[in-house]
């Protein structure tokens, strides 16, 4: 995990691939897992966020290579 400083921001993209029929319910579990504000690390720590918005994206020029490594697997 990252620390970052208490008051500080943070932008999280998550990019994923699915089915066009499962879309809207992984955007669901994404956005619940988000909205949660915490994750327990596999060393036991703790990172405590809040989560301030949520939007869908593009696919960025740069992002195109892992998209389609996603798609492909």
Do not use: Y
Request: hydrophobic residues 40%; glycine residues 10%; without cysteine.
């Amino acid at each position: 995990m990252t620390n970052t400083p208490t008051g500080q921001s943070l932008t999280l993209r998550v990019l994923f691939a699915t089915e066009p029929v499962n879309e809207q319910r992984v955007r669901a579990l994404i956005g619940e897992a988000l909205v949660t504000g915490r994750l327990q690390g596999p060393d036991g720590g703790v990172a405590i966020w809040q989560l301030r918005s949520e939007s869908a994206g593009e696919i960025r020029a740069d992002e195109e290579d892992h998209a389609a490594h996603l798609v492909a697997h």
